[in-house]
């Protein structure tokens, strides 16, 4: 999504004062904690990939669906949702660009979301929404492959800019909007770069350190975490961040405070320490935006961890839960299960071992996304999965 600095302030403090109105009811009940089951199953036998968009396309209060997916024509899909959990595919209009990074937010101020597809392939599309579920459309070729997007206002001009990671050559890429859909290319992180390939995974924005400017958090392959801090004007400095983490092999990130102290935390999933090693998410809390400790207890119960990441309240407690993607088997092989670690509320974690969630049966997660498609005020979990038996799915508490 994107967002104004002005937007992501308010957001933060209403999460923090949401957050404490619901400390203090957190764990006080030993009712039984609520189950999940498979809702709806969306275009099975596609290779799913990226994580999809949640927003309402057409203006009618439902939320709709947009994702990608490889080796189809047209990569890009979507559907309209009916506000009940149903989805009903929309005819493309749109160039076919192969499957892509998504990011969405008000690009032109006429408060409609609009949509930018960065493409596997190099091609950065961005639609811009007429409000009934129309677009307008314009292309950009970039100069590498692209894992990951995001739509903020860096620069504090008013308008949202483009972040992208790219798939091997780029690194981060730092684009000025101007607010007609046309981008410029103002930087790219990291400078000089550590390798000849910097191999792009995942990207989240936040401000880390509470000076009012949004900064940037990249995982890429063999490389690790990247850290940036934004001046406000556009300008980042940084690197690689000091989590002390014993891999570099991230494949995906979620900010949120996990420990109620008003600050982002770092939440991890991807790592892999070895076959018989533990595996799961890892999570970071950040104590002043620069310093970040490790807080994983109780995450590490799986053999392998894959792509698959959300961060949100799925029991309504106040404190905020990880759903995890990855394997309880130790063969390996290319069958995934999504996993609910349940939050204290102070950067603790308890896997709920009867969540009603599939263990095993699903074809490689790539990403998790949290969202309240059928309004009843409790969010679905939407899994994307690849390899040969992917699908889209989603997951309703009972």
Do not use: C
């Given at each position: 999504?994107?967002?104004?600095?002005r937007e992501?302030?308010?957001?933060?403090?209403?999460?923090?004062?949401?957050?404490?109105?619901?400390c203090?009811r957190?764990?006080?009940?030993?009712?039984?904690?609520?189950?999940?089951?498979?809702a709806a199953?969306?275009?099975?036998?596609?290779?799913?990939?990226?994580?999809?968009?949640?927003v309402?396309?057409?203006?009618?209060?439902h939320?709709?669906?947009?994702a990608?997916?490889?080796?189809?024509?047209?990569?890009?899909?979507?559907?309209?949702?009916?506000g009940?959990?149903?989805?009903?595919?929309?005819?493309?209009?749109?160039?076919?660009?192969?499957?892509?990074?998504?990011?969405?937010?008000?690009?032109?101020?006429?408060?409609?979301?609009d949509?930018?597809?960065?493409s596997?392939?190099?091609?950065?599309q961005?639609?811009l929404?007429?409000?009934?579920?129309?677009?307008?459309?314009q292309?950009?070729r970039?100069?590498?492959?692209?894992?990951?997007?995001?739509?903020a206002?860096?620069?504090?001009?008013?308008?949202?800019?483009?972040?992208?990671?790219?798939y091997?050559?780029?690194?981060?890429?730092?684009?000025?909007?101007?607010?007609?859909?046309?981008?410029?290319?103002?930087?790219?992180?990291?400078?000089?770069?550590?390798?000849?390939?910097?191999?792009?995974?995942?990207?989240?924005?936040?401000?880390?350190?509470?000076?009012?400017?949004?900064?940037?958090?990249?995982?890429?392959?063999?490389?690790?975490?990247?850290?940036y801090?934004?001046?406000?004007q556009?300008n980042?400095?940084?690197g690689p961040?000091?989590?002390?983490?014993p891999?570099?092999?991230?494949?995906?990130?979620?900010?949120?405070?996990?420990?109620?102290?008003?600050?982002?935390?770092?939440v991890?999933?991807?790592?892999?320490?070895?076959?018989?090693?533990?595996?799961?998410?890892?999570?970071?809390?950040?104590?002043?935006?620069?310093?970040?400790?490790?807080?994983?207890d109780?995450?590490?119960?799986?053999?392998?961890?894959s792509?698959?990441?959300?961060?949100?309240d799925?029991?309504?407690?106040?404190?905020l839960?990880i759903?995890?993607?990855?394997?309880?088997?130790?063969?390996?092989?290319?069958?995934?299960?999504?996993?609910?670690?349940?939050?204290?509320?102070?950067?603790?974690?308890?896997?709920?071992?009867e969540?009603?969630?599939?263990?095993?049966?699903?074809?490689?997660?790539?990403s998790?996304?949290?969202?309240?498609?059928?309004q009843?005020?409790?969010?679905?979990?939407?899994?994307?999965?690849?390899?040969?038996?992917?699908?889209?799915?989603?997951?309703?508490?009972?």
């Open positions: 999504m994107g967002l104004s600095r992501f302030l308010r957001i933060s403090a209403g999460a923090a004062t949401g957050a404490a109105l619901g203090a957190a764990f006080r009940t030993t009712a039984p904690l609520p189950r999940y089951e498979k199953t969306l275009e099975p036998g596609m290779e799913w990939r990226f994580r999809p968009l949640v309402d396309l057409n203006g009618d209060g939320l709709d669906l947009v990608t997916a490889r080796l189809v024509k047209p990569g890009l899909h979507m559907w309209r949702g009916d009940k959990g149903g989805f009903t595919p929309i005819p493309p209009s749109w160039t076919d660009i192969g499957y892509a990074a998504l990011a969405t937010g008000d690009i032109n101020g006429d408060g409609f979301p949509i930018v597809a960065a596997h392939l190099g091609i950065i961005t639609l929404s007429d409000g009934r579920g129309g677009f307008t459309e292309r950009l970039g100069e590498d492959g692209y894992v990951a997007a995001a739509l206002d860096v620069n504090g001009d008013g308008y949202l800019d483009l972040i992208l990671v790219g091997e050559k780029v690194g981060i890429e730092v684009y000025f909007g101007d607010g007609t859909g046309t981008w410029r290319l103002h930087t790219r992180l990291p400078v000089p770069r550590p390798g000849v390939t910097m191999p792009g995974r995942a990207l989240v924005v936040g401000d880390l350190n509470e000076d009012g400017h949004l900064d940037l958090i990249a995982a890429f392959q063999r490389w690790g975490i990247y850290v801090y934004g001046d406000g556009g980042f400095s940084g961040g000091a989590l002390g983490a891999s570099t092999e991230f494949h995906s990130l979620a900010l949120g405070d996990v420990n109620k102290d008003g600050r982002p935390d770092l991890i999933n991807g790592t892999f320490l070895g076959q018989r090693q533990s595996n799961g998410p890892d999570v970071y809390l950040g104590a002043d935006g620069q310093q970040w400790h490790a807080s994983s109780g995450l590490k119960v799986l053999r392998f961890a792509a698959g990441l959300a961060l949100g799925l029991d309504g407690d106040g404190n839960d759903v995890a993607a990855g394997r309880v088997n130790g063969e390996g092989g290319n069958e995934d299960g999504l996993f609910w670690f349940r939050g204290d509320g102070k950067g603790g974690w308890r896997l709920v071992p969540s009603g969630l599939p263990r095993s049966g699903l074809s490689v997660v790539h998790i996304t949290l969202a309240d498609v059928d009843d005020g409790v969010p679905e979990i939407i899994a994307l999965s690849g390899g040969t038996h992917g699908s889209i799915t989603i997951w309703k508490r009972r």
